[in-house]
């Protein structure tokens, strides 16, 4: 079955539908959504992309992300992908939006809203092999050391995002 994604305009009103290799390889701005998993003792998650994904394969990135289907919410979505990828679901808030557009290897274009959606998890993972290659929680401060340094190792889109859902979590948990 061919997945679609929903395209949008600027204002992230719908305006129809895509195949969603498709809409990758034309570049058209469709909607997408990014988790963001922390612990309560402040430790993020991060999942490393399966080697068979079709773009960003092996790179580090955050809990989860996905595309919503059409006639699919957003945080419909966002609970859907997690259990599939992660294999646990938990309360989720959306924290923002941003666009971004990213030229990635094999001549896909990331041409995405991205809906932030933050969560808190102290529970069991049971990543699926066929997303994801491995995960591990991390400080925060040997991540953005890592980032700093490293940053071909981490997907585009986390390395955006990244600071704004760190200065959200600081100040809604006074850390």
């Not at 305006?15 to 997408?32: D, F, M, S, T, V």
């Not at 071909?152 to 850390?175: D, M, R, S």
Request: glycine share 6%; proline share 3%; net charge positive.
């Amino acid at each position: 079955m061919e997945e679609k994604v929903i395209l949008v305009d600027e204002n992230d009103k719908e305006i129809g539908e895509e195949e969603k290799i498709k809409a990758h390889q034309e570049g058209k701005l469709h909607r997408a959504f990014s988790i963001f998993i922390f612990s309560s003792q402040g430790k993020i998650l991060l999942q490393k992309r399966a080697q068979n994904k079709y773009h960003s394969a092996g790179l580090w990135s955050n809990a989860c992300d996905g595309h919503p289907r059409p006639g699919e919410s957003t945080l419909q979505a966002a609970h859907r992908r997690l259990k599939e990828e992660m294999g646990f679901d938990c309360k989720l808030k959306k924290i923002f939006k941003f666009k971004y557009k990213a030229e990635l290897e094999n001549g896909l274009i990331e041409h995405e809203i991205d809906h932030i959606f933050l969560g808190i998890y102290d529970g069991k993972l049971k990543p699926n092999p066929k997303e994801v290659e491995t995960f591990k929680w991390i400080d925060l401060k040997s991540l953005l050391k890592d980032v700093s340094f490293y940053p071909e190792k981490y997907t585009f889109w986390f390395k955006v995002a990244l600071p704004k859902v760190i200065e959200f979590y600081q100040k809604t948990f006074k850390i």
